[in-house]
């Protein structure tokens, strides 16, 4: 029954690979977002304090064509929701989405608020201990080809990280647009008070439009269910231990710790998952977030499930040799300095207010599409941080990283740590976490 449009899809997509993406103009709304936050100290200091994780409108419905996969028993679960009809087609296909559905774990919301011909509706949510997933429509009186978000805040939320997208196609006009915000955060939150406020700026026919809408939940969150497992693991010589797993309805938390004595700096899992007695598979969060930091990385969940057995699966990894881990360039000179050995990564313009750095023949790598850098520091140790990355891969094979930073202030050169990277070692993990 959705042979139609996937077909739909498949030609949008061809589409897509023989034009230029409007990324600059996705950018420069980044970029008017950030100005907007620094003349506004109040929320300047509050995003200081966040970890943003900011997607351009076409690089994002580039990879909602090449990506989306629903399952007719999950298609059927979102559209028998009222309203949430729309949203199947957004939401890429997830178990534990689909447990959370088919378990009443949505919340509809229905709050309204219309301002210069334009409305957002937020339609309904999805609360956990470690982030908010927001369904919302944006409707306007006349049919145009969408809007761009250049802000949004959770208001009442932790510290954390966020990802949404401006709803706007190429092909066609539309009065309508359903998308979604996803929070994430930091450490896992209980909440005492469930009244929260949507605070958006968009970019609509050239003007900015400011909502702040509140709304108020009636159901807090289900807690998490932990396994401790403190089992150490090796691939290809670097030691791992796999501390203990939370599984919330959102998202699978695992805990893990390197071994300080490793030669590689793990990046990231590109094949870790959970697996029950069957073979079904939870996998990765694709478009989510991993806090490489604190050691903490996401899967989709299982939480709505009892399996009889329970393992989890790890198999490859980005991973590059510690003395590699940090890309240290002269901007005025447009060189890199020190950074990978494999020498893929190249600059092919620098200036004061950021880089545009550029992999050839990329292609054989295409599910590598992530921002690889997110903070850094100058000669004199001052933090530069990337305001916005517009990426995409162009006809040629080559990958594309155009990032500008927050301050064109500081010394050179500028040493930029990579968060990931398309270097890879591979293993066969089998640890059993339900008997």
């Not at 690979?17 to 300047?44: Q, S, T, V, W, Y």
């Not at 706007?168 to 979604?180: I, L, M």
């Not at 599984?247 to 094949?271: C, M, Q, T, W």
């Not at 040629?396 to 500028?414: A, I, K, Q, V």
Request: charged share 30%.
């Amino acid at each position: 029954m959705y042979e139609k449009e996937e077909g739909k899809l498949l030609e949008m997509k061809d589409q897509l690979e023989k034009i230029h993406l409007p990324l600059d103009e996705a950018d420069e709304a980044i970029r008017a977002g950030f100005d907007r936050a620094r003349r506004d100290k109040a929320k300047a200091r509050k995003r200081r304090n966040r970890i943003w994780s900011l997607v351009a409108a076409a690089l994002l419905f580039f990879t909602f064509v090449t990506s989306i996969r629903v399952s007719p028993a999950f298609a059927n679960a979102v559209a028998s929701i009222p309203g949430m009809e729309k949203f199947v087609d957004l939401i890429q296909f997830d178990k534990g989405l689909e447990g959370i559905f088919k378990n009443d774990y949505y919340q509809k919301v229905d709050a309204v608020q219309t301002k210069n011909g334009l409305t957002l509706t937020i339609d309904g949510v999805i609360l956990d201990e470690t982030g908010m997933n927001i369904y919302y429509t944006m409707q306007s009186k006349e049919a145009v080809n969408g809007f761009s978000i250049q802000y949004v805040d959770l208001e009442n939320a932790p510290p954390g990280g966020i990802s949404y997208g401006g709803v706007s196609s190429p092909f066609e006009k539309s009065r309508e647009w359903a998308s979604e915000i996803k929070y994430y955060f930091q450490k896992p939150t209980l909440f005492k008070d469930l009244s929260f406020t949507v605070e958006m700026d968009v970019l609509f026919q050239g003007e900015t439009i400011s909502f702040s809408l509140p709304f108020e939940l009636k159901e807090n969150v289900k807690q998490g269910k932990t396994i401790v497992v403190n089992e150490e693991v090796e691939i290809e010589s670097q030691k791992l231990t796999i501390k203990e797993i939370t599984i919330y309805p959102l998202r699978v938390a695992v805990h893990i710790a390197f071994d300080e004595a490793n030669s590689k700096e793990i990046l990231g899992f590109e094949d870790m998952r959970l697996e029950d007695e069957n073979g079904e598979v939870w996998g990765s969060i694709q478009n989510g977030v991993s806090a490489r930091g604190g050691g903490i990385y996401y899967l989709q969940s299982n939480y709505f499930e009892e399996p009889k057995q329970l393992f989890l699966r790890i198999n490859k990894l980005q991973a590059l040799d510690k003395d590699e881990t940090t890309l240290v360039i002269d901007t005025e000179k447009g060189e890199i300095l020190k950074g990978p050995k494999d020498g893929k990564l190249k600059i092919k313009d620098s200036s004061w207010s950021g880089v545009h750095l550029v992999m050839p023949n990329a292609g054989d790598d295409p599910t590598h599409s992530y921002d690889m850098i997110s903070i850094g520091k100058d000669a004199n140790a001052k933090e530069i941080y990337i305001s916005s990355t517009g990426m995409h891969m162009d006809e040629e094979g080559t990958r594309h990283w155009d990032m500008t930073f927050d301050t064109s202030n500081y010394t050179n050169p500028l040493r930029l740590e990579l968060t990931r990277y398309p270097n890879y070692i591979t293993g066969n993990v089998k640890i059993e976490l339900k008997k």
